[in-house]
């Protein structure tokens, strides 16, 4: 087929996609219009980089499989059936990454209150709990710059980003890369409940207790482990299946 791929398999990344939209609006995650999930399909018969973003304009709860626009690593629309484009500026960020990481089948970015907070301040995340020790020493991060309209910054934040999976864009917010959609929107939503938990232990005027560092690195090698083993042995994600079988029961339009 013209997607250089089985039709179940780009089904799938829309539907994923879709979803990832949808439970980030659940979440209160969302932004008005701004912000993107981005997701990476197969290539094109002439071996063209395309992917995935929402049409400009859409709320996350108004995104469906259907309406996902797919797009050149450009910016440029290839097809889009809602006909509302995309917002090419907001892509910047995502093509960079996708494009010098192969390993990115999913670029999310948000503008949360909580992760805007985190960002704002020069100590990043602590490792004040179970949740926030899963990212102990693997936060890249970039310095505000404005707008993210210049191409030219692109090159900047993959310097930055280096190896890791997650970057606090300091005075901006937050961005995640998953091997696939459903590892992406997974450690958003741990992200999301680490950078709520601080605001909330130092909003208490007590004193903070971090996790050693020792202990807090073990646990991230548990978390990687249990996602590994997802992403690279094939095992079940019963957490993402649980996710949609929400979304069935919300939001089921989201698989139109």
Known sequence: MADG????AVHDIRRD????????ALEGMDDGIYTHVSARLPDGPGGEKRFLLNPYGLRFDEVTASNLVTIDDSGAVIDDPYGAGVNAAGFTIHSAVHMARHDAACVLHT???AGVAVSSVREGLLSLNQWSAQF?????????EGIALDLAERERIVADLGNRQVMLLRNH??????RSVAEAVKLALNLERSCKA??????????????PA??????????????????LRGKPDPEWAAHLRRLERHAPDFRA
């Open 136 to 144: 102990h020493d693997r936060i890249a991060f970039h310095d505000y």
């Open 198 to 211: 601080q605001v909330a232990a130092l909003g208490m005027g007590l004193t903070p207790l971090e996790i």
């Open 214 to 231: 020792d202990v807090a690195e073990h646990t991230a090698r548990q978390y990687q482990s249990a996602y590994d083993g997802i992403e």
């Open 111 to 113: 503008h949360t209150v």
């Open 173 to 178: 917010g937050t961005l995640l890369l998953g």
């Open 17 to 24: 996609l879709a979803a990832a939209y949808r439970l980030i």
């Open 5 to 8: 791929a089985s039709s179940s």
